[in-house]
Nanobody, 117 residues
Framework: QVQLVESGGGLVQPGGSLRLSCATS????????MGWYRQVPGKQRELVAR???????NYADSVKGRFTVSRDNAKNTVYLQMNSLQPEDTAVYYC???????????WGQGTQVTVSS
């Protein structure tokens, strides 16, 4: 059974930092493109950052220069380093694993990030 488990969310003041982790089990981590998405109530889930199997990254314009996505295939884990956090970054953050060729798509349960003074 494939599982994605996020951790690292919490409450942080504006300008602060958090590092999210997503540990994957039950599958071969290295075959997936990994993504971080976020969602606030009443809005669609949006892509925040993605890292391909080959290590290519892309980011939403709103987080460029502040967030960094990385992966450790030996630990089956993807990370999202979030710096200079702002109240508008408040959301539930979800980890996603996708392999388009094999039509595989998995989600984690989400972790809450709240940016507030």
């Amino acid at each position: 059974q494939v599982q994605l488990v996020e951790s690292g969310g919490g409450l942080v003041q504006p300008g602060g930092s958090l590092r999210l982790s997503c540990a994957t089990s039950g599958t071969i981590f290295s075959i997936y493109d990994m993504g971080w998405y976020r969602q606030v109530p009443g809005k669609q889930r949006e892509l925040v950052a993605r890292i391909t199997r080959g290590g290519t990254t892309n980011y939403a314009d709103s987080v460029k220069g502040r967030f960094t996505v990385s992966r450790d295939n030996a630990k089956n884990t993807v990370y999202l380093q979030m710096n200079s956090l702002q109240p508008e970054d408040t959301a539930v953050y979800y980890c996603n694993a996708r392999n388009y060729i094999a039509s595989l798509n998995y989600w984690g349960q989400g972790t809450q990030v709240t940016v507030s003074s």
